[in-house]
């Protein structure tokens, strides 16, 4: 299972939360004040750019401070009720444990009532939550922290939490101090990892230290060393401005025309422009239903892209483009719009550059197979392949016959039998390949072929 290095590496104490030093100190210093009581300002809004550290700071508070954390995703309880029932019984009576039962004896803990995306709270126009909020706010004798991307989506609908709450910004973090977090995580991860291409992934995330975690990680999975061409797949990012915002208009297109039109400028062909919806769907479109009905469209574009390659009949790329804007822009229901701060690489592709060397090296095996089977290299890569490999991995000798027959060298072998070149196991076949080959060895017989033998020797003996 893949563990998200965002996850693994969250600071679990402001000490490790890096940059925004002011809004740290601003922090603790709210929070010292609870000590005596509730302060004037009950609540502090945390604003900034997305991956700069919010939601982990308010958790990390908390366990500064030994205060247990009621944690709400705004986004997941649209209606000023659950607010009320959620952030109220926490907040107001402190007889309430964090998952909502009745304590009988009340402890003196804190409860930090944390609100995050406080600012997609109000789905259409539910001024019900806004209330509820700002309610719970004056009357709260609990902590509370709310999270905001964007401020004023906040304050237009609760404008008193402008002075019932106070400021705390997150700014977009530094791209030197991004490296050296991503430096830093590769030591843990113990990953060598080319200083030019953490410069090219700090850069990219332009401040967003999540996104640039997750480029890193997505880049090294499952590899000890990446030089700095394996940064080329990101390299484009740089380039993708107008891309960017090609999407940010198509998926918030009103009508059908503008979302058709609005990729029209970009240098992308349907194939490509397919994998950035692709990738990006679920940022922009966060319902289930929204979700479901934007995929749907894309799996018929799907289908258009795929009978355009197969009858060479470009006319059709028309049809996928159409559905691919205009259909997933259309799948928009509410009117609230998640807009991500950029929009992220396809993974595909990047998945796709870093398996280039393999990718080569499998073909070139295959025209080698292609001969010895009479048959396509196409042919044995697609239906032989996966069993030759599961073949050559039991049977030993198997795999130094075709060693020698289709003249294969250490990085096929290695490439059949799933290991490392130089492996114990590869040097070995290989050694036999060699002995197979100056005709000093024991003629192939399979582990069928000798069992047979053996009862046919039985037999004959009896
Ligand atoms: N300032 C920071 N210091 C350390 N890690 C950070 C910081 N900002 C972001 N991260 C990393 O990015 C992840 C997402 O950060 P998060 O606190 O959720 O950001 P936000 O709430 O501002 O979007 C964290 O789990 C952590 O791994
Ligand atoms: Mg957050």
Not at 63 to 78: L, Q
Not at 109 to 130: C, P, Q, S, T, W
Not at 200 to 207: E, L, M, P, T
Not at 430 to 456: C, D, I
């Amino acid at each position: 299972m893949r563990e998200e290095w965002t996850e693994k590496y969250r600071p679990v104490s402001l000490s490790g939360v890096v940059g925004n030093d002011d809004a740290i100190r601003a922090m603790r210093r709210w929070a010292e004040a609870w000590r005596k009581g509730p302060p004037k300002r009950r609540a502090l809004v945390l604003r900034g750019e997305p991956g700069t550290g919010k939601t982990s700071s308010a958790l990390a508070l908390a366990g500064d401070f030994g205060w247990d954390v009621i944690e709400m995703n705004a986004s997941d309880h649209r209606n000023a009720d659950s607010i009320r029932r959620v952030a109220g019984l926490g907040a107001i009576s402190e007889t309430f444990s964090p998952n909502g039962e009745f304590l009988t004896t009340a402890e003196g803990r804190r409860k930090l009532i944390v609100l995050d995306e406080a600012d997609n709270l109000f789905g259409r126009e539910d001024y019900g939550g806004a209330r509820a909020i700002v309610e719970t706010i004056r009357e709260t004798s609990q902590p509370m922290i709310l999270i905001v991307n964007d401020y004023y989506a906040l304050t237009r609908k609760a404008s008193a939490v402008k002075t019932l709450a106070e400021n705390v910004w997150f700014r977009r973090l530094d791209g030197r101090v991004v490296e050296s977090v991503l430096e830093r995580l590769c030591r843990e991860e113990d990953v060598d990892v080319d200083r030019e291409v953490l410069e090219r992934v700090a850069i990219n995330a332009g401040g967003d230290l999540r996104g640039a975690i997750n480029d890193l990680q997505m880049l090294v999975e499952g590899r000890q060393v990446i030089g700095s061409a394996d940064a080329d797949a990101l390299g484009k990012r740089n380039q993708e401005v107008e891309l960017d915002a090609a999407l940010r208009e198509m998926f918030g297109a009103r009508t059908a025309r503008d979302a058709r039109n609005a990729t029209f400028g970009i240098d992308k062909t349907p194939d490509e422009l397919i994998l950035w919806i692709d990738e990006n769907i679920p940022l922009e479109l966060r319902s289930p239903s929204e979700m479901a009905a934007a995929f749907d469209a894309l799996s018929r574009s799907d289908v258009y892209l795929r009978r355009t390659r197969s009858l060479q009949h470009y006319g059709l790329w028309t049809y996928a483009r159409e559905m691919m804007t205009c259909g997933v822009a259309m799948s928009r229901r509410e009117g609230r719009r998640h807009t991500p701060s950029r929009y992220n690489f396809p993974g595909y592709l990047i998945m796709m550059s870093r398996s280039k060397g393999n990718r080569a090296s499998r073909a070139a095996l295959c025209s080698k197979l292609a001969p010895i089977f009479h048959s396509s290299s196409r042919q044995v890569r697609t239906s032989m392949l996966p069993y030759l490999r599961s073949l050559s991995r039991r049977d030993r000798q198997l795999l130094v016959k075709i060693g020698v027959d289709a003249d294969l060298d250490e990085g096929d072998v290695a490439f059949l039998l799933h290991e490392d070149p130089g492996s114990k196991t590869v040097d070995s076949v290989v050694s036999e390949m060699r002995q197979l080959r100056t005709g000093n060895h024991e003629p192939y017989v399979s582990g069928n072929e000798k069992a047979l033998t053996k009862r046919r020797k039985r037999l004959s003996d009896f």
